[in-house]
């Protein structure tokens, strides 16, 4: 974390642009998604906007999900507005949290700047679509990226969704889940279940982490060996390791009682790396869990769920693929936001949005376009993508 403060000490102390800040109406919409309690801004970040002089316009009940209350906005010197039209129509920076929905879109009006966890290489066309033709300049929060490939903002939720997936996976085992009935291990006399990851970046690590503590056998997969060496030598947690290749998955995924995909493609839509061949092959009443999904998904039978009904069996395995899977922890991924985001949004609040894109690497490769023109296709999905 020590670079992310160095960051933020080196954007607090560059000139601001000659002739003043201009100030902007910053919106923080109600998230609307089902299961989704997070939100785009807390009353921290309030503080941060209205410090610099910007209009902060925050829907009624945006917090709640996440345990803010208007009066904690109003503290910090934000405006509460009583309807989603008003706070989208208002803004010149929008702050959402999750990807927008279709009826979202229309109320933004044309040439405003969005920034949220938008995973655009798994959206439908037609949402890009409009985004380009109402001349948005678009910020992925995920596609931030330090130099040495690093990304701030998307980490520390990946890390949440790691630590999600053990006690996710422990209840779909039992058996009245229709799981295997087994413990994920520490049971005296009984074998422990084995566990496939695939994928050794921070939710694989960070999963592997989580399931080795519980006691089972963790075998972890990925392209990259250095990912892998770093796994054992950094961590020091104990897993078997494996390059990640058809023949290796083909073997491990037969056995297995979980597999987690947490195959990750920065900017494009994830692999497909277990085929329904492999499914196919796998214990009945076993568990897939699809952390990709986000993206697309790296299992060719997955496709995305909600916790209304998070599951369904395919080919006799149990499927688990909610996109925005920490979205019912409110609270921490509010705060998990705030904690990557805040040097990039300290920099727009007291430079502006475009010239903290123009001085800032990182954040200029978060940038999917600008008033409406593409900046990177491939980070629009070849504006193609996928059916939500």
């Keep these: 974390m020590d670079f992310l403060i160095a960051e933020a000490r080196e954007f607090a102390t560059r000139p601001q642009p000659k002739g003043g800040l201009p100030t902007m109406n910053v919106g923080v919409p109600k998230e609307r998604r089902p299961f989704e309690y997070r939100v785009g801004l807390p009353p921290a970040g309030a503080a941060l906007f209205t410090k610099f002089g910007h209009t902060l316009y925050v829907e009624r009940g945006a917090g709640e999900g996440a345990g803010f209350s208007d009066d904690d906005y109003v503290r910090e010197g934000a405006k509460i507005v009583y309807s989603k039209d008003e706070a989208y129509g208002r803004a010149d920076l929008l702050l959402k949290f999750a990807r927008p929905l279709k009826d979202e879109l229309d109320l933004m009006r044309p040439g405003l700047t969005l920034a949220g966890f938008l995973h655009l290489a798994a959206a439908r066309q037609d949402k890009i679509w409009m985004m380009l033709e109402k001349s948005l300049t678009v910020l992925a929060y995920e596609q931030i990226e330090l130099d040495g490939g690093y990304r701030p903002v998307h980490a520390p939720l990946s890390q949440i969704g790691g630590l999600m997936v053990p006690q996710i996976a422990s209840r779909l085992l039992q058996t009245d889940q229709g799981g295997r009935g087994i413990l994920l291990g520490r049971a005296v006399g009984v074998p422990p279940a084995e566990v496939v990851i695939v994928g050794a970046g921070v939710v694989g690590t960070t999963a592997a982490a989580a399931f080795s503590a519980t006691g089972a056998h963790v075998t972890v997969l990925d392209v990259d060996l250095r990912r892998l060496q770093q796994l054992q030598a950094n961590t020091g947690v104990q897993v078997a390791t494996m390059l990640s290749t058809p023949y290796n998955l083909a073997r ?18 994830s692999p497909i790396i277990l085929t329904r061949d492999m499914v196919a092959k796998m214990r009945p009443r076993s568990v897939i869990i699809d952390m990709s999904i986000d993206e697309g998904g790296c299992v060719e039978t997955s496709r995305p769920t909600t916790y209304a009904s998070p599951t369904y069996t395919e080919e006799g395995v149990i499927h688990f693929c909610v996109p925005n899977m920490s979205g019912v922890l409110g609270r921490t991924g509010t705060t998990a936001l705030y904690n990557g985001a805040y040097p990039y949004l300290e920099a727009i609040a007291r430079m502006g949005v475009e010239p903290a894109i123009a001085s800032i690497p990182a954040l200029h490769r978060g ?9 990177n296709l491939k980070r629009l999905g070849g504006l193609g993508g996928v059916k939500e």
């Design 252 to 269: 491990v995924s037969a056995s297995a009682d979980v597999v987690v995909g947490a195959v990750l493609v920065p900017g494009e839509r």
């Design 367 to 375: 940038v999917n376009a600008l008033h409406g023109q593409v900046v």
